[in-house]
């Protein structure tokens, strides 16, 4: 009986969860259940949604990216500089931060599959490497329109109302970052569901040494693993940027826990026990709609990392409980 409780638990937990949180919340709330916070909601999730999918992407492969936090930060403040002080055309403005959320994915599988290093001190040192580079870059300071320089003057750039359209803007009654965030979860999940390229992904988390001696190229598969998971990170940066209006030195601080906590709630949706994209999607939205529903009590927001951390633990505790029994 106990072992069918605790089966019920983590294949249906997470959705009971979230139903009961938005009936309490509905109840305490009546603005709480109406079309705008549900679309206030799905925006301020589109972000988290994108870093925790490419932290989605390592745990599949068996390991795991702590740099997505800087990186976010790192992005923005690119995007924000080549926009406001060096006036680049859009184009630029969004495929530089890309290339740089690469490289940081590059020099993670460079730390992890050539040097042998363990992911989570490999990312460990990544993180603080990017965070001092991006703060450095900036000098500590924001970057908006018009800035004063340290150098004299003030920043020639501002930022246009196209790229501002990206983060802030509507379309067909939704908020353009809650598009691009459906549309991502939806291509990234028929790739991984439906395609050999996820088969294999999933296959050398599962176990690398099999995976090589069925011919798959193990190494290759972590590196692109860690590309996209910089990838990732970096259009969160640039919507980031998009839906504040500045570059933000910190951008990617909060997002870190935030995304990992998304994608250990993913593990118990409708029992998966691995990480998946949908459960991931299905994570952020269970934390996005809890942190929305505590604002509107007026719960303090030094208050959100107890429930954020809390969130992850009781995450954390019902999968490896659950793993647990499966071994026994």
């Not at 259940?33 to 390592?58: C, E, K, P, W």
């Not at 011919?215 to 910089?230: D, E, H, N, Q």
């Amino acid at each position: 009986m106990k072992g069918k409780i605790l089966d019920l638990l983590f294949k249906y937990g997470a959705i009971v969860l979230m139903v009961g949180i938005l009936l309490f919340f509905s109840f305490y709330n009546p603005f709480f259940f109406t079309y705008g916070n549900l679309s206030d909601i799905l925006r301020s999730i589109s972000i988290v949604t994108l870093v925790a999918i490419g932290v989605t992407f390592t745990l599949i492969v068996d390991g795991f990216d702590l740099s997505v936090g800087s990186t976010v930060s790192l992005s923005t403040v690119v995007t924000a500089s080549l926009m406001v002080w060096y006036e680049a055309p859009l184009w630029i403005v969004l495929l530089a931060p890309l290339l740089v959320g690469a490289g940081v994915g590059l020099f993670n599988s460079l730390l992890i599959v050539k040097f042998g290093i363990p992911d989570l001190l490999a990312t460990l040192g990544a993180m603080y490497i990017i965070s001092g580079v991006h703060r450095t870059y900036t000098e500590g300071y924001s970057i908006y329109n018009h800035m004063p320089m340290t150098t004299g003057g003030t920043a020639p750039g501002e930022f246009s109302d196209t790229f501002l359209w990206i983060g802030q803007g509507k379309w067909l009654g939704l908020p353009v970052p809650v598009w691009i965030m459906l549309v991502l979860v939806a291509i990234v999940y028929v790739i991984m569901h439906f395609t050999t390229w996820g088969r294999i992904l999933y296959m050398t988390g599962g176990n690398e040494e099999a995976s090589r001696l069925s011919g798959v190229r193990v190494k290759r598969v972590k590196l692109i693993a860690y590309v996209l998971s910089g990838i990732f990170a970096s259009i969160g940066g640039i919507l980031f940027t998009a839906r504040v209006g500045s570059g933000q030195m910190d951008a990617g601080a909060p997002l870190l826990m935030e995304a990992v906590a998304a994608v250990f709630v993913g593990f118990s949706v409708l029992g998966a026990g691995k990480p998946n994209i949908l459960g991931t999607f299905f994570g952020a939205a269970l934390i996005g709609v809890l942190l929305n529903g505590l604002t509107m009590m007026n719960l303090p927001y030094y208050a959100f990392e107890i429930i954020k951390g809390s969130v992850l633990v009781l995450a954390l505790a019902v999968t490896y409980i659950h793993a647990k029994k499966r071994k026994a």
